[in-house]
Antibody, heavy 119, light 106 residues
């Protein structure tokens, strides 16, 4: 069974940093591209970052470019999101989601981890 | 950037109703469109991909159509488990979601 489990969320002050993790199991992690998608409280879904299976290609939404860094460790079956210079508007549930490439949808999602940016 | 606009934002319907949700893209995306269902406190679930292909395990009462800039998701006979929020997503150029359509009990 495919499982994606996010962790690392919490309360952080504006300007602070946080690192999210996504632990994958039930599939060959190194064979899939991965994404981070977020959802502000009561709002819709926003794709924020993508990484290919080998980390060769990485993309970011303009809203997080230069502040967030996506990376992965295939040996540990894990995906990460390093979030720096956090703003109030970064408050959201952060989901990791799997896809098989670039022109494809997301077929499996984790349950999400809540990040709250507030003083 | 490609913008996705869904309508309506909220839809009130009864069990057994036929329900249609529309999604419009700001430029042509061919058939690179997916539909997701999200229930409160849960992750989104993929229902439809490539505009009209049903994801494995999804009930056949769900169907999708369209190409270019206009797309629809239809639920042929609404079931109690279908009350949820539905999102379209383009994956022609990066990934962009519509703002969502909440299907609520009438």
């Amino acid at each position: 069974e495919v499982q994606l489990v996010e962790s690392g969320g919490g309360l952080v002050q504006p300007g602070g940093s946080l690192r999210l993790s996504c632990a994958a199991s039930g599939f060959t992690f190194s064979g899939y591209s991965m994404n981070w998608v977020r959802q502000a409280p009561g709002k819709g879904l926003e794709w924020i970052s993508y990484i290919t299976s080998s980390s060769a290609n990485i993309y970011y939404a303009d809203s997080v470019k230069g502040r967030f860094t996506i990376f992965r460790d295939n040996a540990k079956n894990s995906l990460y999101l390093q979030m720096n210079s956090l703003r109030d508007e970064d408050t959201a549930i952060y989901y990791c989601a799997r896809c098989v490439g670039e022109v494809v949808p997301f077929d499996y999602w984790g349950q999400g981890t809540l990040v709250t940016v507030s003083s | 950037d490609i913008q996705m606009t869904q309508s309506p934002s909220t839809l009130s319907a009864s069990v057994g109703d036929r329900v249609t949700i529309t999604c419009r893209a700001s430029q042509s995306i061919s058939t690179w469109l997916a539909w997701y269902q999200q229930k409160p406190g849960k992750a989104p679930k993929l229902l439809i991909y490539k505009a009209s292909s049903l994801e494995s395990g999804v009930p056949s009462r769900f169907s999708g159509s369209g190409s270019g800039t206009e797309f629809t998701l239809t639920i042929s006979s609404l079931q109690p488990d279908d009350f949820a929020t539905y999102y379209c997503q383009q994956y022609n150029t990066y990934w962009t979601f519509g703002q969502g359509t909440k299907v609520e009990i009438k």
